[in-house]
């Protein structure tokens, strides 16, 4: 089983109910929501009462994405705006246990973010600590790039680390998820599948959802 997560970066903000609407027509039951903050990463995007008119707007998981320079400061924020998971980068706190830890507290699930070109080691240690990972497949900072190749190997050896431990923790990719790639995404052992351009991109959400959703499932 696996989820599909419609990021509403490739949405039309102006129209955003609407296509919330549309998503979860399809089928999907989370929704990505990326926060960014023009340090972390090149570009800017929203923050907290985008999340909170998104609250009131809809009963979906909101998955709140935090690509920001010293996300300690903020991560409980986006619980009590009304995020259902945050997720922070390894690369961007140096006490990230105790910041997934106050995630959980605050009554959220709490995910750790990682870089393409950063190492899984840098996580291992905070594994127990996080309820998911986020596991970039396309440097940070725009929608509608193109899926970095050698992820799948990284997201193989992920799901080999957790197993072998016998952790709890999902897996959710972000980037350049397609049809074209779904499936192998999902056989290599991702839970949650995050798609922005190829689901927002051609104006036909509901139905994008659907196929990504068709597509992905390993039928036994
Ligand atoms: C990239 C964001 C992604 C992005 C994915 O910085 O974290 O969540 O919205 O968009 P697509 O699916 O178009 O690569
Ligand atoms: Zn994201």
């Known amino acids: 089983m696996f989820e599909i997560a419609p990021s509403i970066l490739s949405a039309d903000f102006a129209r955003l109910g609407e296509e919330i609407g549309a998503v979860k027509a399809g089928g999907a039951?989370?929704?990505?929501?990326?926060?960014?903050?023009?340090?972390?990463?090149?570009?800017i995007t929203l923050g907290f009462?985008?999340?909170a008119s998104i609250r009131r707007a809809t009963n979906l998981k909101i998955d709140a994405h935090l690509m920001i320079?010293?996300?300690?400061?903020?991560?409980?924020?986006?619980?009590?705006?009304?995020?259902?998971?945050?997720?922070?980068?390894?690369?961007?706190?140096?006490?990230?246990q105790r910041t997934l830890v106050s995630i959980r507290e605050a009554g959220g699930r709490s995910g750790a973010a990682i870089n393409p070109?950063?190492?899984?080691?840098?996580?291992?240690?905070?594994?127990?600590?996080?309820?998911y990972v986020v596991?970039?497949?396309?440097?940070?900072?725009?929608?509608?790039?193109?899926?970095?190749?050698?992820?799948?190997?990284?997201?193989?050896?992920?799901r080999r680390m957790i197993d072998e431990?016998?952790?709890?923790?999902?897996?959710?990719?972000?980037?350049?998820?397609?049809?074209?790639?779904?499936?192998?995404?999902?056989?290599?052992?991702?839970?949650i599948v995050v798609a922005?351009?190829?689901?927002?991109?051609?104006?036909?959400?509901?139905?994008?959802?659907?196929e990504l959703i068709e597509k992905g499932t390993i039928w036994v």
């Open 165 to 191: 431990r016998n952790l709890p923790t999902r897996i959710e990719i972000d980037g350049g998820a397609g049809l074209e790639n779904i499936k192998e995404i999902v056989e290599a052992g991702a839970n």
């Open 135 to 158: 596991l970039m497949s396309v440097n940070p900072g725009f929608g509608g790039q193109r899926f970095i190749e050698t992820s799948i190997d990284k997201l193989r050896r992920l």
């Open 117 to 131: 070109a950063t190492p899984l080691v840098a996580l291992e240690e905070a594994l127990p600590f996080a309820d």
């Open 29 to 43: 039951r989370l929704l990505h929501v990326d926060v960014m903050d023009g340090h972390f990463v090149p570009n």
């Open 49 to 51: 009462p985008v999340i």
């Open 196 to 210: 922005g351009s190829s689901v927002f991109g051609a104006g036909r959400p509901t139905e994008a959802v659907k």
């Open 69 to 96: 320079d010293e996300p300690s400061r903020y991560a409980t924020k986006f619980v009590e705006a009304g995020a259902d998971m945050v997720s922070v980068h390894v690369e961007a706190d140096a006490h990230l």
